[in-house]
């Protein structure tokens, strides 16, 4: 029994959570006050590099044991509280694995290919669709791969709404750019004197 749990111990894996919400999952080499040694195994090679501690939350060992590594800024009376900051990256993190922005996305795609058609003074049509859609901040739902957690506070909705407002932005400007340029060739095609 000893050498089974010994042996799942050792396949674990450590986890870096940062304060966007991003995690890596890695090997833990070490650490200083101000920096963390991790070493990522890739096909061939192992990489190592060294992470600032203050992108960091806390690091996950492969037993499950979490040493939180954030700090707040004593000088700042506006830094988040350790509480805070972990509801925080709960809400991050949460966007990251379950936001998928696909209606803005694809109404960006149209209002681009609508723009690209009109011609060059149409990309206006795409901006005001971008600057319109993206001021709205999207709330936190359950979905069917993941249920929301039962306590959500202002700052689990804080970080949550963050990195759904990059993502979505992101996915909007991709989307407006492609649109466009599709717009712009499907009227050369149209426009195109037959010989």
């Not at 890596?24 to 006050?33: A, I, N, P, S």
């Amino acid at each position: 029994m000893i050498l089974l749990t010994s042996s799942f111990a050792l396949l674990a894996q450590d986890k870096v959570r940062f304060c966007d919400g991003k995690e890596l999952k890695c090997k833990v080499e070490g650490r200083t006050d101000t920096t963390v040694w991790v070493s990522k195994k890739t096909k061939r090679k192992t990489k190592e590099e060294i992470i600032l501690s203050k992108h960091i939350f806390s690091l996950v060992y492969g037993d499950s044991n979490e040493v939180v590594i954030y700090k707040p800024d004593a000088s700042d009376e506006k830094a988040f509280t350790v509480l805070q900051m972990r509801s925080y990256v709960e809400g991050a993190s949460f966007a990251r694995r379950n936001f998928h922005p696909f209606i803005p996305t694809c109404g960006a795609f149209i209002a681009g290919a609508g723009g690209g058609y009109v011609g060059f003074w149409g990309f206006l049509i795409a901006l005001t669709y971008d600057i319109g859609v993206s001021s709205f901040a999207p709330r936190p739902k359950s979905t069917r791969k993941e249920k929301l957690p039962e306590v959500t506070d202002q700052f689990f909705i804080f970080g949550f709404q963050d990195v759904a407002r990059k993502k979505k932005t992101h996915r909007i400007i991709f989307g407006s750019i492609a649109g466009f340029v599709t717009g712009a060739v499907v009227h050369d095609i149209i426009k195109k004197p037959q010989w």
